[in-house]
């Protein structure tokens, strides 16, 4: 068995095989080596890729929601109409989690109104 590794890491071995003895002459081994070292260089690349794929995903993750948390933020301080800014929210609550649906309730004198306009009357503040 030849090692898989690269000076990053140990990913596994690669295993050549025959049923003869002594099967593999002195050159033979050395380009064995050299098929497991380009091996290793190319697995190592695919786990690189695989990696910065995950860690992009995950920053574009974040950025999206750091988006809507300022995007809130910016409603909240311009919204002076409650409807206005539940659905000023609501809209970029939704690019950023794939919801169907969301409600925003608040203790009012009345009614609780969410920001599509259902009112809810079980709750009064």
């Known amino acids: 068995m030849l090692p ?3 000076a990053q890491r140990q990913i596994g071995g690669l295993t050549f ?3 003869k003895t002594d099967a593999y002459s002195a050159e033979t081994i050395e380009f064995m080596q050299q098929v497991a070292h380009q091996v290793s260089v190319a ?3 695919a786990l690189n890729f695989e990696a910065a794929r995950t860690y992009e995903l995950a920053l574009a993750r974040e950025r ?7 995007e ?3 409603a909240v301080v311009s919204s002076v109409a409650s409807k206005e ?3 000023s929210a609501s809209a970029s609550l939704r690019r950023v989690f794939d919801w169907i649906t969301q409600a925003c309730c608040c203790s009012m004198r009345k009614a609780a109104t969410c920001g599509g306009g259902a009112r809810f009357s079980g709750w009064h503040g």
Do not use: E, K, P, Q
């Open 4 to 6: 898989l590794r690269t």
């Open 17 to 19: 095989g025959s049923t």
């Open 43 to 45: 697995v190592d690349n």
């Open 64 to 70: 999206d929601r750091l988006r809507a948390l300022l």
């Open 72 to 74: 809130i933020n910016n």
């Open 85 to 87: 800014l539940f659905r």
